[in-house]
């Protein structure tokens, strides 16, 4: 809810983002790639990796906030660049076996966009809303032959989580599956892939998902009731005590 007050009252730009999600961005753009099979294998599959990674490093700085961009010149100098964008190849390269493939073409790109998403045995980075239109998403990696969805972590695994993942996480997994089972994709299995090569995953069953899909509808009419009542920003943008351990 806080983020979403940030949102309604257009202060997002106020305070310069984490730099984490720029490299974070980086690292989705990766993967999607190598999921679509748009990735060659062995040194070239990580050439191309670590260029793309740059491309849209350089690409996110230039539209950061003016701080970020005062206090770094340069993708490079971001904190934990080198590192983030070696977990980014080494995934990326792992999914490879289980990516579809293309002929070397000058089209062959396309090929996988062109499948209508209805008919595809996977979605990379498919933006996927409710029935309702009252919730959206963006799925990473959903598989129909191991009906998982997965989500993919540029930063390490929280300590200590119940099954591999944090509460926050588990929530947003049920979501997931929620949202894919309302556009009539089969999910049964969340996955957490993370950059430091560990995995997490955990069975959600179709009651779980409507459940989550429930709460989270309860979480935005309340919002919206306050809103409507006329709460101010500083009411509805304070964060909790857990958002707020690491700062």
């Given amino acids: 809810k806080t983020r979403a007050a940030w949102q309604q009252f ?42 793309t990674f740059d491309r849209e490093a350089t690409r996110l ?47 062959a790109a396309r090929a996988f966009e062109e499948v209508p998403s209805t008919e595809r045995s996977r979605l990379v980075e498919q933006t996927l809303s409710t029935r309702d239109g009252l919730i959206k998403g963006r799925i990473d990696f959903w598989s129909k032959s191991t009906s998982a969805v997965t989500d993919y972590k540029s930063g390490y695994e929280p300590k200590n989580p119940p099954q591999g993942m944090a509460d926050g996480e588990i ?3 049920r979501l997931y599956i929620h949202l894919a089972l309302e556009n009539g994709y089969s999910a049964t299995k969340a996955i957490i892939q993370r950059g430091d090569a560990s995995q997490s995953s955990i069975a959600v069953s179709a009651a779980d998902a409507q459940r989550e899909g429930r709460a989270a509808r309860q979480t935005l009419a309340q919002f919206n009731q306050a809103i409507a009542s006329g709460h101010s920003f500083f009411a509805l943008a304070s964060p ?5 351990a690491r700062c």
Avoid at 22 to 40: D, K, W
Avoid at 77 to 99: D, I, M, V, Y
């Fill in 10 to 51: 257009s202060a997002w730009q106020s305070v310069p983002a984490p730099t984490g999600s720029i490299l974070g961005s980086c690292f989705h753009r990766v993967m999607e790639l190598a999921n679509q099979g748009r990735l060659p294998t062995g040194e070239e599959g990580a050439r191309q990796a670590k260029s």
């Fill in 61 to 107: 700085l230039t539209e950061a906030h003016p701080l970020i961009r005062a206090k770094f010149a340069t993708p490079d100098k971001l904190p934990f660049f080198f590192s983030r964008r070696a977990r980014a190849t080494t995934t990326a390269l792992q999914a490879l076996p289980s990516a579809p493939t293309h002929p070397a073409k000058p089209h």
């Fill in 171 to 173: 929530r947003q997994m």
């Fill in 240 to 244: 909790s005590p857990a958002s707020c």
